[in-house]
């Protein structure tokens, strides 16, 4: 039972250009959403988050917006850096004690 | 601030041996959460603690089982190992769990079972 699930297991993006990941959910009682980063051979760490009550939040280059109705989130990052290349994870909790996550999506940033 | 460390890093196994993972967490930070990560399935969710007590509990079979003690470091069990539970074990601490309060991740055991 997937509750949060990131259909596209990996993405390639130009340098610059702008990288948007995807992640929908299907519990309506999730009341906040998280994304992380993870590099290889080290644990995930913590990129941007979003309350359930707003739609958007933006932090320098990273932009989380939700869509309540579709039950969809995004994260976009403008511009794309190489060092942007990484497995991105989304997150999401409904108001207990877990964190439910997706299965990650590898994003490429080529110089 | 240390950060979240996990011992040991890799370990190797074989079936039907138990194995015991250790996570201290940040200082001050009373919650962990452990997760099992394999290929394609990203972070599932095993358990969490706060204040030496277990609040929730991921679909696991009873094989898996944990601890914390009074000063929030929290160890995790495995009894009678398969090989399917060759995986990537992480552990991540927070202030109090749930709500807009990010956990910090520790680098994570490899664990290998042969």
């Known amino acids: 039972d997937q509750q949060v699930k990131q259909n596209s297991p990996s993405l390639s993006v130009q340098e610059g250009r702008i990288s948007i990941l995807n992640c929908d959910y299907t519990?309506?009682?999730?009341?906040?959403f998280l994304w992380y980063k993870k590099y290889p051979a080290e644990g995930p760490t913590f990129l941007i988050s979003?309350?359930?009550?707003?739609d958007k939040n933006e932090d320098g280059r990273f932009t989380v917006f939700l869509n309540k109705s579709a039950k969809h989130l995004s994260l976009h990052i403008v511009p794309s850096q190489p060092g942007d290349s990484a497995v991105y994870f989304c997150?999401?909790?409904?108001?207990?004690?877990?964190?439910?996550f997706g299965a990650g999506t590898r994003l490429f940033v080529k110089a | 601030k240390a950060g979240v460390t996990q011992t040991p890093r890799y370990l190797i196994k074989t079936r039907g041996q138990q194995v015991t993972l250790s996570c201290s967490p940040i200082?001050?930070?009373?919650?962990v959460s452990w997760y099992q990560q394999t290929p394609g399935q990203g972070l599932q969710f095993l358990f969490e603690?706060?204040?030496?007590?277990?609040?929730n509990k991921g679909n696991f079979p009873g094989r898996f089982s944990g601890r914390q003690f009074s000063n929030s470091r929290s160890e995790m069990n495995v009894s009678t190992l398969e090989l399917g539970d060759s995986a990537l074990y992480l552990c991540?601490?927070?202030?109090?769990?749930?709500?807009?309060?990010?956990?910090?991740f520790g680098p994570g055991t490899r664990l290998t079972v042969l």
């Open positions: 997150a999401a909790r409904d108001g207990g004690f877990k964190t439910i």
């Open positions: 200082s001050g930070h009373r919650s």
């Open positions: 519990n309506s009682m999730f009341d906040y």
């Open positions: 603690y706060f204040s030496e007590t277990q609040r």
């Open positions: 979003i309350s359930s009550i707003k």
């Open positions: 991540a601490s927070s202030l109090v769990a749930g709500g807009p309060h990010e956990q910090f």
